[in-house]
């Protein structure tokens, strides 16, 4: 290690003069003594703060840690949530094929019905070929042995209280004029209580 020694004279000015009586290493002088003076000054910097950011990446893991587990805590609190909601998707699912079964036999039971109160009104001369029933509307396509017997068909529909709206869309007659083929299109009501289709069936036939 160098060692300083100021040797102070005083001039007539009284200035300070500072000498160094030993000289400088030369070992300083190269690559390996500068890299080291530079590790020995400035390098202590950067481990110190290479220090102060490890402990800020502890810190900062710490910190991560507690909102992972709040949010873990969080997420099984959501899927418990949830799971309590699956006996309601089920009642769902369960009430929609229900409703679903229901309108299935309500469409079954309204083409029962039509069927029933058609074939009350339809007379005996008039066969029907195609029937076609849906909700609110029948089209039928078929054949009557006379005039006499197609106006009939006409007239029950007519009078009865479940069918309206009575539109013919189609009249051909025979070769000779006996057979008469037709389609027509009703609209269907809501069939009453207490339906008399076949008494009117029979008054129309006297």
Do not use: C, H
Request: aromatic fraction near 8%.
């Amino acid at each position: 290690m160098a060692f300083q020694v100021t040797i102070m004279l005083v001039s007539a000015k009284k200035e300070k003069i500072s000498i160094n009586l030993l000289p400088e290493d030369p070992f300083f002088q190269t690559v390996t003594g500068k890299t080291l003076r530079w590790a020995l000054s400035v390098g202590r910097y950067l481990v110190i703060f290479t220090e102060l950011i490890v402990i800020i990446s502890f810190a900062t893991r710490f910190t991560l840690d507690r909102k992972i587990t709040d949010l873990n805590k969080i997420i099984l609190r959501q899927v418990s949530t949830i799971e309590s909601y699956g006996d309601l998707e089920k009642k769902f699912v369960l009430a929609q094929g229900k409703i679903a079964q229901y309108a299935e036999l309500t469409k079954q039971q309204n083409l029962t019905e039509t069927f029933a109160l058609l074939s009350a009104v339809t007379p005996p001369d008039v066969s029907i070929e195609k029937l076609a029933i849906t909700k609110e509307r029948v089209t039928i396509s078929g054949q009557a042995i006379s005039k006499v017997a197609f106006n009939q068909f006409i007239n029950n529909l007519q009078l009865s209280t479940y069918f309206s709206n009575v539109t013919v869309s189609k009249v051909a007659a025979g070769e000779k004029g006996a057979d008469y083929s037709f389609q027509l299109q009703t609209t269907t009501n809501q069939p009453p209580a207490n339906s008399n289709e076949k008494n009117t069936k029979t008054k129309n036939e006297s």
